[in-house]
């Protein structure tokens, strides 16, 4: 009987991401027979002497990283183990040019990892390319449609105090820059201009591992509030947090989704889109993989607001259009891009890294 391959998954501290959800998503749907995973948060100021303990006491075959940091490595190279990279986040390699931690930090982890999981082909284009080669792209989708609770507008427009018939656009996203809440906002005002009967939403949580992170979010969720008043939106728009545990009843509760940002895959499009809500996304990074466009969604040009601006009110004008659109996408995410589909193939290169090492010895690790 074939065991199922031990493996430790090494988080970062810090708040709830997109990111984060798909990938617990992703390792809570690996099949029991095939892994046995151990979660573990990364410890203070990066000591692993807590971790190399676990991985002793669990027989730990793989670790596995979720963070930019070089602790998870640490303790995967003390125990003479291979080393998994799991880069999920385009914020680790914005295709802007600014850097969460510096490149040569970034290659240095991947050269020295077994493997590096990317979560689609335009977020591994952004590695370099010694990295690109042992790289693979496994979607960080935490969602499986058929698992979906049911779609339920009103309860969204009630907690709103907003009327049935009200269309409700909006965007989900943790409150930093990259997110790209301005584009929204212009987008709004231009919308608003045509169907002033149009509310807008912009949910979110504070972004950042650290205090002083949370703080910059902090300071960056002011600035929002002050662009709405600024463009004349007060009253029109909802800026507010929500409760994690009720975060698909705040995407279904959406008449149109909005995601002007640039996603490695983007967890909220693949929730929106399981939840049967018609998409409206920038045409960059995970969106062209998660859809076709005037299929499954809307791609518009990424840095557009009047675009976005233009699709959405093409769709508010057509609601059939809207709805063909949305069950293509749900289709289209639960053939291809289900949490299920993606903990098979993880847990298939779990086992070819614990079958390496046990063959080959300590040189497994950089494979």
Same mark, same amino acid.
């Given at each position: 009987?074939?065991?199922?391959?031990?493996?430790?998954?090494?988080?970062?501290?810090?708040?709830?991401?997109?990111?984060?959800?798909?990938?617990?998503?992703?390792?809570?749907?690996?099949?029991?027979?095939?892994?046995?995973?151990?979660v573990a948060r990364l410890p203070a100021r990066g000591r692993t002497?807590?971790?190399?303990?676990?991985?002793r006491r669990r027989k730990i075959e793989v670790v596995q990283s979720a963070s930019p940091s070089a602790g998870g490595l640490?303790?995967?190279w003390q125990a003479n183990l291979p080393h998994l990279w799991y880069l999920s986040s385009v914020e680790m390699l914005r295709p802007d040019g600014s850097e969460r931690i510096p490149l040569s930090t970034l290659t240095?982890?991947?050269?020295?990892?077994a493997g590096i999981i990317v979560s689609s082909k335009g977020m591994k284009r952004l590695l370099p390319a010694a990295l690109q080669r042992k790289s693979r792209v496994i979607p960080n989708s935490g969602v499986d449609p058929a698992a979906m609770p049911a779609r339920k507008p009103d309860w969204l427009k009630r907690k709103?105090?907003?009327?049935?018939?009200?269309?409700?656009?909006?965007?989900?996203?943790?409150?930093?820059?990259?997110?790209?809440?301005?584009?929204?906002?212009?987008?709004?005002r231009m919308i608003r201009r045509r169907r002033p009967d149009c509310r807008f939403l912009i949910?979110?949580?504070?972004?950042?591992?650290t205090p002083a992170a949370r703080k910059i979010s902090a300071r960056?969720?002011?600035?929002?509030?002050?662009?709405?008043?600024?463009?004349?939106?007060?009253?029109?728009?909802?800026?507010?947090?929500y409760r994690p545990a009720e975060r698909f009843r705040w995407i279904g509760g959406l008449d149109l989704l909005l995601a002007p940002a640039w996603e490695s895959l983007g967890q909220g499009l693949l929730e929106g889109a399981a939840c049967g809500v018609p998409i409206i996304s920038a045409n960059v990074g995970g969106a062209k993989e998660l859809f076709s466009n005037g299929k499954s969604a809307r791609l518009v040009p990424f840095g557009r607001p009047d675009r976005i601006a233009e699709a959405a009110l093409a769709l508010l004008q057509n609601p059939k !259009? *809207?709805?063909? @659109? +949305?069950?293509?996408? &749900? #289709?289209?995410?639960?053939?291809?891009?289900?949490?299920?589909? !993606? *903990?098979?193939? @993880? +847990?298939?290169?779990? &086992? #070819?890294l614990a079958a390496r090492r046990h063959s080959t010895g300590p040189s497994s690790r950089t494979a």
């Open positions: 009987m074939i065991k199922p391959v031990r493996v430790l998954v090494v988080l970062e501290n810090g708040g709830i991401t997109g990111a984060a959800i798909g990938l617990a998503g992703i390792l809570k749907a690996l099949p029991r027979s095939e892994a046995a995973v151990t002497t807590a971790l190399e303990r676990l991985i640490a303790a995967a240095l982890i991947g050269q020295l990892s709103l105090r907003l009327r049935d018939e009200t269309p409700l656009v909006g965007m989900i996203g943790n409150f930093y820059p990259a997110k790209r809440h301005a584009d929204f906002l212009k987008a709004a949910a979110g949580l504070p972004a950042g591992a960056y969720r002011r600035k929002i509030d002050g662009m709405i008043r600024t463009l004349g939106l007060t009253g029109r728009v909802t800026l507010t947090r !259009q *809207a709805e063909a @659109l +949305a069950r293509q996408a &749900r #289709t289209r995410i639960s053939r291809r891009f289900s949490a299920s589909a !993606q *903990a098979k193939r @993880l +847990a298939a290169l779990y &086992r #070819t």
